[in-house]
Nanobody, 121 residues
Framework: QAHLVESGGGLVQPGGSLTLSCTASGSGISTYTMGWYRQAPGKQRQLVADITTFGTPNYADSVKGRFTISRDSAENTVYLQMGSLKPEDTAIYLC???????????????WGQGTQVTVSS
């Protein structure tokens, strides 16, 4: 069974930068699309960005030009470089991955626990 662990969240001033990372681990797993969602208090979870196995990225309009998603498929790791951060980017950022468990012959969506990003002066 896959286990996703995020890191890199924290407090940053407006205009600053942060990089999040997420690694999927587990015996016999491969990852397909990986990405990031975010959820702010009182708001619905929304897609921030995702990236296919072939490296094709997709971004929410609100982060285009400011965030960059990338991956290391050999390490089942996805990164989110966030720049020009705004207070409205404050949220819990959750990693997800479309995972194939070859041992169990199952393909599932897996989620991390989330990491807090706070943009404030």
């Amino acid at each position: 069974q896959a286990h996703l662990v995020e890191s890199g969240g924290g407090l940053v001033q407006p205009g600053g930068s942060l990089t999040l990372s997420c690694t999927a681990s587990g015996s016999g797993i491969s990852t397909y699309t990986m990405g990031w969602y975010r959820q702010a208090p009182g708001k619905q979870r929304q897609l921030v960005a995702d990236i296919t196995t072939f490296g094709t990225p997709n971004y929410a309009d609100s982060v285009k030009g400011r965030f960059t998603i990338s991956r290391d498929s050999a390490e089942n790791t996805v990164y989110l470089q966030m720049g020009s951060l705004k207070p409205e980017d404050t949220a819990i950022y959750l990693c997800y991955a479309d995972v194939l468990d070859r041992n169990r012959a199952r393909r599932t969506d897996e989620w991390g626990q989330g990491t807090q990003v706070t943009v404030s002066s």
